[in-house]
T-cell receptor, first 114, second 110 residues
Framework: ETGVTQTPRHLVMGMTNKKSLKCEQH?????MYWYKQSAKKPLELMFV???????ENNSVPSRFSPECPNSSHLFLHLHTLQPEDSALYLC?????????????FGSGTRLTVV | TQLLEQSPQFLSIQEGENLTVYCNSS?????LQWYRQEPGEGPVLLVT?????EVKKLKRLTFQFGDARKDSSLHITAAQPGDTGLYLC??????????FGTGTSLTVIP
């Protein structure tokens, strides 16, 4: 149990489908993140939320839509995805404060777009 | 983008051997972290180094931050199959932005 729970663990969706990824943490962290992990590439930061407010959108296509209803929950809504969007999507959280605080990652959602 | 390059990209060794992986950049970081990611899981934080030249030990793992805070190394003594995984470094700049390295995939053969 890492403290950050992601569901589903695996998702296969067609290019015309709409689906959502869910992330939940009860660590008392106020910053939550979505990262994309593709083969042979560094982790790519997608979105950052601090105290429920989006503070960073790293040039992510609009087919990815994040939602943060409270400090404990984070969603990533997906629609009309492309096959190249297939990847491991990781949610992470951090406490506020100095940069020495590390991320707590979830186990990820393995997404396959067909 | 502040690029962090890790080497080697892949490493396969026998149980009991020693190994070192490297994380290099042309940028200066205020702190640097190492994570291990096992198959099917998310990365797990191993250590954070903050001061140039700092050395931290975690059982058989030794982490070093370069004097100029641009690079780091991870040395594993007497590797075990449980050390198998993807090792990621991540550097933080003064703006509290983190940049992840390209990763080193380690396989320890029993």
């Amino acid at each position: 149990e890492t403290g950050v729970t992601q569901t589903p663990r695996h998702l296969v969706m067609g290019m015309t489908n709409k689906k959502s990824l869910k992330c939940e943490q009860h660590l008392g962290h106020n910053a939550m993140y979505w990262y994309k992990q593709s083969a042979k590439k560094p982790l790519e930061l997608m979105f950052v939320y601090n105290f429920k407010e989006q503070t960073e959108n790293n040039s992510v296509p609009s087919r990815f839509s994040p939602e943060c209803p409270n400090s404990s929950h984070l969603f990533l809504h997906l629609h009309t995805l492309q096959p190249e969007d297939s990847a491991l999507y990781l949610c992470a959280s951090r406490p506020p404060g100095p940069t020495t605080e590390g991320y707590t990652f979830g186990s990820g959602t393995r997404l396959t777009v067909v | 983008t502040q690029l962090l390059e890790q080497s080697p990209q892949f490493l396969s060794i026998q149980e009991g051997e020693n190994l070192t992986v490297y994380c290099n950049s042309s940028s200066v970081f205020s702190s640097l972290q190492w994570y291990r990611q096992e198959p099917g899981e998310g990365p797990v934080l191993l250590v954070t180094v903050v001061t140039g030249g700092e050395v931290k030990k975690l059982k058989r793992l030794t982490f070093q931050f370069g004097d100029a805070r641009k690079d780091s190394s991870l040395h594993i003594t007497a590797a075990q199959p449980g050390d198998t995984g993807l090792y990621l470094c991540a550097g933080a700049n003064t703006g509290n932005q983190f940049y992840f390295g390209t990763g080193t995939s380690l396989t320890v053969i029993p």
